[in-house]
Each structure stands twice: as structure tokens, then as C-alpha cells.
């Protein structure tokens, strides 16, 4: 008997080494879900892409071109101006004053190399600048930051009316035509066409990403943990995984870095 409780012991001491111990001891099984590799389908939810989506050595390889495939006043003065280029119609409830910024949507080479089996990091990385995950339309996810790490503030009044934005691509080319479409905030053509709870994306270690409705509710930040995450079931992972959530209040996608170890993009 003696021996079996401390088999128990150890077990529960070795599942959960980076926890604190006590903590673990009385919580463990709800808070620490095993890690779980994802299946190609659940990935091919992702259709903006520019080639298949494969998986290799333990990563999933998403190719995408960046240009959204909604419709945008940032069309303008582009190759699919005709076709998809909407003036602002004033109906994004985040933009006081809306102005078009001076970028406008390229057509881009996005490489997305994402872990396969997502599993969480002991450093939780900050996220930098430039895309930190993909979206279902192929757009980046881009962080809580404007150039700088200032406050998105301004830049929300050029959010368009699916709630993106292109931004330069390197520096030097603020005034330049050419831009990297992104969101920083809700999709949301995403959430619209999908549902409000609904998987938007991933991160860029791997975690999923869903939008801002969960059983009926509105969810805040502050339901959240620091990452901007939490770990349940959901309809993709009926077993539980952690997963980020995208709220209508700051810091929106991302909070104080990865919750998991991070992939790589390259654009
Ligand atoms: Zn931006
Ligand atoms: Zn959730």
C-alpha cells in the first residue's frame, strides 16, 4: 500500500516538473494537458494558402501570399483594384476617425514553419514584430504593438472594415505602395463567415487560435492568462488543448509572449 502511494507520488512529482509541486499535487490533471499533434485535416481549415500544407519532421509548412481574400479600401491602385477594392463604409466599430494609410496589399511569399505537436515553453518568448501566426484566409496575425512596441492606438484609425491593415514591408518603405496586409485584432470576415467562436488560425508555436465568443459569452482579457490563453476542449480538440483566444480589448491576440516554443516565418 505504502509503495503504491509513492509510485502515485512520483508519477504526479515527475508529470508536472515545472509547476509548483504542491500546486500540481491537488491540480495537475486540469491544468496540464499532455501534448497533442495535430492532424493535417484541422490544419487544411486554413485555406488562403499558396501550396498544400504538409508536415515534416515534426513541423507543419504553411505557404501563403498574405492578400486577404475579403474585399478592401487598401486595394486601391493595386492589380485586383477592380475586383476587390471597397471604399471604407464606416461600419468597423474599434476606428474613431478612419484614415487610409499610405500602404497598400502586395502579393507576398509567407513561409510559415509551425511545431506539429505544440508543447509549452518554460521562456514564453515575446512575440516580435511582423506576423507571430497565420489566419484561416492565409493573413498574418500580427501582435499588440505598432512600429516601435507604441500602442495600436493610432493605427486602429486605419483599420479597414474587416479590421486589417497593410504595413510597410521593410523599413525605408513607409511611404512606399507595397504592404503586408494583417490583424492585429478580430478578423472579422473570419468571424463573420465562421462564427464569433470559432478556430481563426494558429500561432506560430503552434497553439490555436480562436475567436472572441466561448459557450454564448463575450470573453475579456482578464478571463485569459498572461499568454492570453487558457486550455479546455473545444470542437477541434475535443481532449482539451491550450488555446489563445481574441478579445476586443488590448492586448487582443497575444499577451506577454508564446505560451509554446515558437516556430519560425520567413516572408
Ligand atoms: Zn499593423
Ligand atoms: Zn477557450
Known amino acids: 500500500m505504502e509503495f503504491k502511494k509513492i509510485i502515485v507520488l512520483l508519477f504526479l512529482l515527475s508529470s508536472c516538473n515545472d509547476k509548483n509541486e504542491s500546486l500540481c499535487l491537488i491540480n495537475c490533471e486540469d491544468n496540464e494537458s499532455s501534448d497533442i499533434t495535430i492532424s493535417l485535416d484541422i490544419y487544411k481549415k486554413i485555406y488562403g494558402t499558396s501550396s498544400e500544407i504538409y508536415i515534416e519532421n515534426g513541423y507543419v509548412f504553411i505557404n501563403t501570399t498574405g492578400v486577404p481574400d475579403h474585399k478592401s479600401p487598401y486595394f486601391e491602385n493595386t492589380i485586383w483594384e477592380d475586383e476587390k477594392y471597397e471604399e471604407y463604409d464606416n461600419s468597423n466599430p474599434f476606428v474613431e476617425n478612419f484614415r487610409l494609410n499610405p500602404n497598400r496589399i502586395s502579393e507576398l511569399d509567407i513561409r510559415f514553419k509551425i511545431p506539429n505537436t505544440p508543447s509549452k515553453s ?138 509554446g516554443i515558437p516556430g519560425t516565418v520567413t516572408n
Open 122 to 259: 518554460n521562456i514564453n518568448q515575446p512575440t516580435s514584430m511582423g506576423p507571430i501566426g497565420v489566419s484561416l484566409n492565409g493573413v498574418p496575425f500580427y501582435n499588440q504593438y505598432a512600429g516601435g512596441g507604441s500602442p495600436l492606438t493610432n493605427e486602429i484609425n486605419s483599420f479597414d472594415q474587416y479590421n486589417g491593415h497593410p504595413a510597410p514591408i521593410g523599413p525605408g518603405q513607409e511611404n512606399g505602395s507595397n504592404g503586408r496586409y494583417h490583424y492585429h485584432m478580430e478578423p472579422f470576415w473570419l468571424s463573420t463567415n465562421f462564427g464569433a467562436d470559432a478556430l481563426m488560425g494558429f500561432l506560430l508555436d503552434g497553439y490555436p487560435v480562436y475567436g472572441p465568443k466561448e459557450n454564448q459569452k463575450d470573453l475579456r482579457s482578464s478571463d485569459l492568462d498572461e499568454y492570453h490563453g487558457h486550455i479546455h476542449e473545444t470542437k477541434e480538440f475535443p481532449n482539451g488543448i491550450y488555446h489563445y483566444h481574441i478579445t476586443n480589448d488590448d492586448p487582443y491576440i497575444n499577451g506577454s509572449g508564446y505560451y
